[in-house]
């Protein structure tokens, strides 16, 4: 068992000094909830937490994680991912004893260990998992994942204990809800564990315990539904709406017909092979969207899974691992998510669940086998898993590569080739950054956010006239991304033309009340206009916004200066 630890080290130790990319920023970087922690058992930064006006849907106890380590590291992303390694070694032995009772109960106690070994190595080692283990992101499928696993381990643990059968039903409950602090997918938990009552409880169990048991998971998951009824509503007004990547020119969410249509393709055209064959992976791809039942991709992913069911019908008696595996991976936050309309239809770290049942079939299968064939066979799996694993996390090393195979990827997806041009136009590599951009625009002349990027390099660059000609039109075409509003009002401010650029900032703050820049740009406006006390007042706004932008301070101090606060 202390193998799977050291396992999950020697394969992600690769990317321990990868930079915090993507998402991260949102959810840690730029969040006040984190940077609000000044120690671990900080109770104010507690306190907002709970107090959150978006509820427990804002994953408080996700964010709580991301403070502690903040902490007690700064933004240290190495610091990040090392408790995203002991979560997932965490999980590796949550898998190992999820399959060790399994096995127990289906009668197979001489092969129950090699079962389990077999089942939390290939769990520590699946690429697909690198997502919600290197991207720090990723943690909240990951830490969501321990209280899942705690809560079917709980399960199999009732079949086996009529004395404490009740209280265990109980923990999956209270796992549940611990699991929502973390991620909405928990609410999957209950319907899980009614698959393993009735596939892997001892067959002395006769049906009337079965139901009795069956009964309190959904009495507990009509309670949970209750009392987080809001929260998942708000969490779906809030997916379905998407405001921010609709106003940097990205496509809405897709309404429910087709969104269900292309995620039940997905769920067989992406992840079910890539359960097995975990290659070419993404961190966007590309999913094509599905507009009509009839469609021959949707019919086929159709009877794969009616397949699976029909597969799992038949062996229930013979093949308890290998049925519940099925089981788990039909039943699984996987599944919810094709019921659930978000504006990526594909995500890899939401599959992290999933990839129990998978280990558990793929377990069973290689412990049929003959012993020295059984031990060849895991080995070299696990080999291969191993080998992938470490090439994938080769790419998370550098946001630069990670977004370059993202596009390589899915050559004509847009979002890839805008955060290239991001990345390319921070690291000083105009030309590039221009070549991505112009990329984006040929395919969509109005994209909010390409627009306002390459206007803000022409400002770098200082070609003036091509950023008032692009963010102009954009202004008029009235666009509700804040930082076009944000660029042209900097345009404004250079060229001297004071209460154009106040307006457009102030407009830039109405879509955004926390947007970047727009607090100091303002404040220098006041300071040229002779009026410091005032531009005093937008740094330090901005400095609650942006707290380690050293202009802000620069500016900050010169202002003070001019009202002879010498220190």
Same mark, same amino acid.
């Given at each position: 068992?202390?193998?799977?630890?050291?396992?999950?080290?020697?394969?992600?130790?690769?990317?321990?000094?990868?930079?915090?990319?993507?998402?991260?920023?949102?959810?840690?970087?730029?969040?006040? @909830?984190?940077?609000?922690?000044?120690?671990?058992?900080?109770?104010?930064?507690?306190?907002?937490?709970?107090?959150?006006?978006?509820?427990?849907?804002?994953?408080?106890?996700?964010?709580?994680?991301?403070?502690?380590?903040?902490?007690?590291?700064?933004?240290?992303?190495?610091?990040?991912?090392?408790?995203?390694?002991?979560?997932?070694?965490?999980?590796?032995?949550?898998?190992?004893?999820?399959?060790?009772?399994?096995?127990?109960?289906?009668?197979?106690?001489?092969?129950?260990?090699?079962?389990?070994?077999?089942?939390?190595?290939?769990?520590?080692?699946?690429?697909?998992?690198?997502?919600?283990?290197?991207?720090?992101?990723?943690?909240?499928?990951?830490?969501?994942?321990?209280?899942?696993?705690?809560?079917?381990?709980?399960?199999?643990?009732?079949?086996?204990?009529?004395? &404490?059968?009740? +209280?265990?039903?109980?923990?999956?409950?209270?796992?549940?809800?611990?699991?929502?602090?973390?991620?909405?997918?928990?609410?999957?938990?209950?319907?899980?564990?009614?698959?393993?009552?009735?596939?892997?409880?001892?067959?002395?169990?006769?049906?009337?315990?079965?139901?009795?048991?069956?009964?309190?998971?959904?009495?507990?998951?009509?309670?949970?539904?209750?009392?987080?009824?809001?929260?998942?509503?708000?969490?779906?007004?809030? %997916?379905?709406?998407?405001?921010?990547?609709?106003?940097?020119?990205?496509?809405?969410?897709?309404?429910?017909?087709?969104?269900?249509? %292309?995620?039940?393709?997905?769920?067989?055209?992406?992840?079910?092979?890539?359960?097995?064959?975990?290659?070419?992976?993404?961190?966007?791809?590309?999913?094509?969207?599905?507009?009509?039942?009839?469609?021959?991709?949707?019919?086929?992913? !159709?009877? !794969?899974?009616?397949?699976?069911?029909?597969?799992?019908?038949?062996?229930?008696?013979?093949? %308890?691992?290998?049925?519940?595996?099925?089981?788990?991976?039909?039943?699984?936050?996987?599944?919810?998510?094709?019921?659930?309309?978000?504006?990526?239809?594909?995500?890899?770290?939401?599959? @992290?669940?999933?990839?129990?049942?998978?280990?558990?079939?793929?377990?069973?299968?290689?412990?049929?086998? +003959?012993?020295?064939?059984?031990?060849?066979?895991?080995?070299?799996?696990?080999?291969?898993?191993?080998?992938?694993?470490?090439?994938?996390?080769?790419?998370?090393?550098?946001?630069?590569?990670?977004?370059?195979?993202?596009?390589?990827?899915?050559?004509?997806?847009?979002?890839?080739?805008?955060?290239?041009?991001?990345?390319?136009?921070?690291?000083?590599?105009?030309?590039?950054?221009?070549?991505?951009?112009?990329?984006?625009?040929?395919?969509?002349?109005?994209?909010?956010?390409?627009?306002?990027?390459?206007?803000?390099?022409?400002?770098?660059?200082?070609?003036?006239?091509?950023?008032?000609?692009?963010?102009?039109?954009?202004?008029?075409?009235?666009?509700?991304? +804040?930082?076009? @509003? &944000?660029?042209?009002?900097?345009?404004?401010?250079?060229?001297?033309?004071?209460?154009?650029?106040?307006?457009?900032?102030?407009?830039?703050?109405?879509?955004?009340?926390?947007?970047?820049?727009?607090?100091?740009?303002?404040?220098?406006?006041?300071?040229?206009?002779?009026? +410091?006390?005032?531009?005093?007042?937008?740094?330090?706004?901005?400095?609650?916004?942006?707290?380690?932008?050293?202009?802000?301070?620069?500016?900050?101090?010169?202002?003070?200066?001019?009202?002879?606060?010498?220190?």
């Amino acid at each position: 068992m202390l193998a799977l630890p050291v396992l999950v080290i020697l394969l992600y130790s690769n990317a321990e000094r990868a930079p915090f990319v993507f998402d991260d920023r949102i959810h840690i970087l730029d969040n006040p @909830y984190v940077r609000a922690f000044r120690s671990t058992l900080d109770s104010e930064a507690i306190s907002k937490l709970i107090h959150n006006p978006s509820g427990l849907a804002s994953r408080p106890l996700l964010l709580a994680t991301y403070g502690w380590n903040f902490a007690s590291t700064g933004m240290d992303a190495g610091a990040f991912r090392r408790i995203n390694w002991l979560i997932h070694a965490v999980n590796a032995l949550l898998v190992f004893l999820i399959a060790f009772e399994i096995a127990a109960n289906a009668g197979a106690a001489g092969r129950r260990f090699q079962a389990a070994l077999f089942s939390g190595a290939l769990f520590a080692a699946h690429p697909l998992l690198t997502e919600s283990v290197t991207y720090v992101s990723g943690r909240s499928s990951s830490l969501c994942a321990t209280f899942y696993f705690m809560g079917l381990f709980a399960v199999l643990r009732a079949g086996r204990s009529k004395s &404490l059968r009740w +209280p265990l039903l109980a923990a999956l409950i209270v796992c549940t809800l611990i699991g929502l602090l973390v991620k909405q997918e928990a609410i999957t938990l209950p319907a899980a564990g009614v698959v393993l009552i009735w596939l892997a409880w001892p067959e002395t169990e006769t049906i009337r315990r079965r139901l009795t048991a069956t009964s309190t998971l959904a009495l507990g998951t009509v309670l949970i539904l209750a009392i987080q009824y809001r929260p998942l509503a708000d969490t779906s007004a809030t %997916t379905q709406n998407n405001w921010e990547l609709l106003a940097a020119g990205f496509e809405s969410t897709l309404a429910f017909f087709p969104y269900f249509l %292309t995620a039940i393709t997905a769920y067989c055209s992406y992840y079910l092979w890539r359960f097995v064959l975990p290659v070419n992976l993404s961190l966007d791809p590309e999913i094509a969207t599905v507009s009509t039942p009839l469609s021959a991709p949707f019919l086929i992913s !159709v009877i !794969v899974l009616c397949a699976l069911v029909y597969a799992a019908f038949c062996l229930h008696k013979s093949r %308890t691992m290998l049925v519940c595996g099925i089981g788990l991976i039909l039943v699984s936050p996987l599944s919810a998510y094709c019921v659930f309309p978000l504006a990526d239809v594909v995500a890899e770290h939401r599959a @992290y669940i999933s990839v129990l049942g998978l280990v558990l079939v793929l377990a069973d299968l290689i412990v049929s086998l +003959p012993g020295a064939a059984r031990i060849s066979v895991w080995l070299c799996l696990i080999g291969l898993y191993g080998w992938l694993t470490i090439e994938r996390n080769a790419v998370w090393n550098s946001e630069i590569a990670l977004w370059q195979d993202a596009s390589q990827k899915a050559p004509e997806k847009v979002r890839p080739h805008l955060n290239l041009g991001a990345l390319y136009q921070i690291s000083g590599q105009r030309d590039q950054a221009i070549r991505e951009y112009e990329f984006v625009l040929q395919r969509d002349s109005n994209h909010s956010a390409a627009v306002s990027n390459l206007g803000a390099l022409y400002l770098e660059v200082q070609e003036p006239g091509k950023a008032e000609e692009l963010l102009v039109r954009a202004v008029e075409q009235k666009s509700v991304y +804040p930082n076009v @509003y &944000l660029n042209l009002g900097v345009l404004r401010l250079r060229q001297g033309r004071y209460d154009e650029a106040r307006d457009l900032l102030r407009q830039a703050l109405k879509f955004n009340p926390r947007q970047a820049m727009a607090h100091l740009n303002l404040g220098d406006i006041l300071f040229n206009q002779g009026r +410091p006390a005032d531009a005093i007042k937008e740094y330090l706004e901005e400095i609650e916004v942006n707290p380690d932008f050293a202009l802000t301070h620069l500016h900050l101090a010169q202002a003070q200066e001019a009202m002879e606060r010498l220190k």
